[in-house]
């Protein structure tokens, strides 16, 4: 365990002459890990012609004062509330030393990779290179392999150690990929269509129930989730968005997952007609693509296009397509780059001068398959983004504390350190104390649902801002709950929720019920987007990194969930009670009262 606060291809000949000072260094090992994570084994030896794209980590001295910077301007009592940094301000508090570049700068020239084949970030932190195994085994003292994954057959090209000359370690924070196996799969439950295709029920049944805000809901959303349902029961019914406040909404796609604009259309025709006819900006990132066939419209994409473009229509939205490289085939001659897609959106926004206000995401994997410090560099990442002003939610996974499974015997949680050990899993990037983690509920009155995922971090330590309810909540554990299976004084989350079971989308036509923290993490964004819209429109700042003035004050307008459990690991998991809890967090919106308390803002 490791809790740690965050403070704290050409080849050129002509330059192999500058090999000189690395050749006598002897290479010390910069990363290792125990092993493969459960599931994976290895395969075979990776082909020495396989290529490589490695992301080259360089340190961030300044880091602290951008964290300093992204308390202060997230902190509604501070003088500087809503002061965001511009992108060039983030840069260069997130650029290297120069000695660091040019020290691998030289690393890179002794292999022969000249500046013309290199890869910058806008902040000069991460250097990417294209090579082969071969080159990159020599240059990294290390053996790669296929690993095979047992239960969904693919194959990627990893290590499970890497070296450096020793007069780098102080100038590299990490490469990869090397020791990652983390998948980032997208966050869904169950999806009920495979047997269960349905037409679509909407909100005209004539029965209606309490809402949490107490008013009166269409009883139907006790059963199947709409746009209608969702503006009922979070009490948004009277607010229009508008299209010219320079207000804009996020969404993100990875692993080929492909938003149907048909779909959506008939989504709109449904369930928001207002809408019908509208588009988004579609943004290509790392050759991410557009196909547009039925064939391969992505449930995930839809569900996020659909409920979060439509709540918050008609505001601009932007939906971003990160390539996601098929799985690597090791019987076959292919030089497929196996490179998770996730640090390529983050190298993409952070280089934009003008990004939506509102970025929700719902991928994701179990914190232990992420290494340490590439989990920390992401995390720096986020709290860049907060930092310019950009509110980022992120679902919280949908296996409860681990795996979902309350049978001991039967449960897969295992530590991943050689002690193979029973632990909770929480998961990442849900876990970075600079992300808003959202967590799902489900029926009315709302109860915590049960693949809720929550818990605590074992990398992060908890931030200030949720000392005081996270304490609250651990002081109500009978001593001795669940002790050893996690870290009490780690970042907690989920920080809120939302509804997450049965939401109807169409998906290939035909209207399916879809389930997840895939559906609550667009679904709270949304209402982020309308409250930032409101800000925006009144001549404010946006809200920025959410976290601080959840914990401090808009707890106060949030719908606080007290029924539920999270089971996974072998038990029952944590319970939901009055006040903050690791499984709906601080509960769901009532944007109403939301919408009073950021307006009384600054």
């Known amino acids: 365990m490791r809790l740690i606060s965050l403070l704290g291809l050409p080849f050129v000949a002509a330059l192999a002459s500058a090999a000189v000072p690395f050749k006598g260094c002897q290479h010390k090992v910069k990363e290792s890990i125990y092993g493969p994570p459960r599931g994976w084994s290895r395969h075979t030896s990776a082909p020495k012609y396989h290529m490589l794209e490695l992301k080259i980590a360089l340190p961030q001295p300044k880091f602290p004062e951008l964290e300093q910077h992204l308390w202060e301007v997230s902190d509604?009592?501070?003088?500087?509330?809503?002061?965001?940094?511009?992108?060039?301000?983030?840069?260069a508090l997130m650029a290297p030393h120069p000695e660091s570049l040019d020290i691998v700068n030289e690393w890179l020239a002794s292999y022969g990779l000249a500046e013309e084949s290199l890869l910058r970030s806008s902040a000069n932190d991460w250097v990417t290179i294209r090579v082969p195994v071969s080159l990159a085994e020599e240059m990294l003292d290390t053996t790669y392999s296929v690993y095979k994954h047992a239960e969904t057959g693919e194959s990627i090209v990893r290590t499970t150690s890497y070296s450096l000359p020793e007069i780098l370690h102080d100038h590299v924070d990490l490469i990869q990929p090397t020791t990652m196996f983390a998948r980032f799969k997208a966050f869904k439950s169950t999806l009920h269509w495979a047997n269960q295709v349905q037409a679509p029920v909407l909100s005209t049944s004539s029965g209606t129930i309490t809402g949490p805000a107490g008013n009166q809901v269409d009883a139907s959303c006790n059963s199947s989730i709409t746009i209608s349902c969702l503006k009922q029961l979070y009490n948004s019914v009277a607010y229009n968005t508008s299209a010219t406040s320079g207000n804009k909404m996020g969404l993100t796609a990875y692993l080929d997952q492909y938003a149907n604009n048909m779909d959506l259309q008939q989504f709109f025709q449904l369930e928001n007609p207002?809408?019908?006819?509208?588009?988004?900006?579609?943004?290509?990132?790392?050759?991410?693509?557009?196909?547009?066939?039925?064939?391969?419209?992505?449930?995930?994409?839809?569900?996020?296009?659909?409920?979060?473009?439509?709540?918050?229509?008609?505001?601009p939205g932007t939906f971003y397509s990160t390539a996601g490289e098929p799985p690597f085939d090791p019987d076959v001659f292919t030089a497929t780059d196996t490179n998770e897609p996730y640090s390529y959106w983050l190298d993409y926004v952070l280089s934009q001068p003008s990004l939506p206000q509102t970025i929700s995401?719902?991928?994701?994997?179990?914190?232990?398959?992420?290494?340490?410090?590439?989990?920390?560099?992401?995390?720096?990442?986020?709290?860049?983004?907060?930092?310019?002003?950009?509110?980022?939610?992120?679902?919280?996974?949908?296996?409860?504390?681990?795996?979902?499974?309350?049978?001991?015997?039967?449960?897969?949680?295992?530590?991943?350190?050689?002690?193979?050990?029973?632990?909770?899993?929480?998961?990442?990037?849900?876990?970075?104390?600079?992300?808003?983690?959202?967590?799902?509920?489900?029926?009315?009155?709302?109860?915590?649902?049960?693949?809720?995922?929550?818990?605590?971090?074992?990398?992060?330590?908890?931030?200030?801002?949720?000392?005081?309810?996270?304490?609250?909540?651990?002081?109500?554990?009978?001593?001795?709950?669940?002790?050893?299976?996690?870290?009490?004084?780690?970042?907690?989350?989920?920080?809120?929720?939302?509804?997450?079971?049965?939401?109807?989308?169409v998906w290939q036509g035909?209207?399916?019920?879809?389930?997840?923290?895939?559906?609550?993490?667009?679904?709270?964004?949304?209402?982020?987007?309308?409250?930032?819209?409101?800000?925006?429109?009144?001549?404010?700042?946006?809200?920025?990194?959410?976290?601080?003035?959840?914990?401090?004050?808009?707890?106060?307008?949030l719908n606080d969930i007290t029924m539920g459990h999270n089971p996974g690991c072998g038990t029952e998991g944590f319970n939901a009670t009055t006040g903050w809890d690791p499984i709906s967090g601080l509960g769901t919106p009532n944007f109403e009262k939301l919408l009073g308390l950021v307006l009384s803002l600054p």
Request: charged share 10%; proline share 7%.
């Open 274 to 315: 207002s809408a019908y006819g509208s588009n988004y900006t579609f943004v290509s990132v790392n050759g991410g693509l557009n196909n547009q066939t039925y064939a391969a419209a992505g449930v995930e994409a839809n569900l996020d296009t659909q409920f979060g473009f439509g709540l918050t229509w008609p505001t």
């Open 361 to 505: 995401t719902s991928y994701g994997d179990d914190e232990q398959t992420v290494p340490f410090t590439y989990a920390a560099r992401v995390c720096a990442g986020m709290a860049a983004l907060g930092a310019r002003g950009v509110s980022i939610l992120f679902s919280s996974g949908d296996s409860g504390v681990g795996d979902g499974n309350p049978n001991p015997a039967t449960q897969m949680c295992y530590s991943n350190d050689g002690l193979n050990v029973t632990k909770f899993l929480p998961a990442f990037p849900a876990s970075c104390p600079y992300v808003t983690a959202v967590g799902a509920t489900i029926n009315i009155p709302e109860t915590a649902v049960s693949f809720s995922g929550g818990g605590f971090s074992n990398y992060f330590v908890r931030p200030a801002y949720q000392e005081v309810a996270v304490s609250e909540y651990l002081t109500k554990l009978v001593p001795g709950t669940y002790e050893g299976l996690y870290a009490p004084e780690g970042r907690a989350y989920p920080d809120v929720s939302a509804q997450g079971v049965n939401f109807l989308v």
């Open 510 to 557: 035909q209207t399916i019920p879809v389930d997840g923290t895939s559906c609550s993490s667009p679904t709270f964004a949304s209402f982020v987007s309308m409250l930032n819209d409101a800000r925006l429109t009144a001549f404010k700042s946006p809200l920025g990194f959410l976290n601080p003035f959840l914990y401090s004050a808009g707890y106060s307008a």
């Open 76 to 91: 509604p009592s501070h003088s500087r509330y809503g002061a965001h940094l511009s992108k060039e301000e983030t840069d």
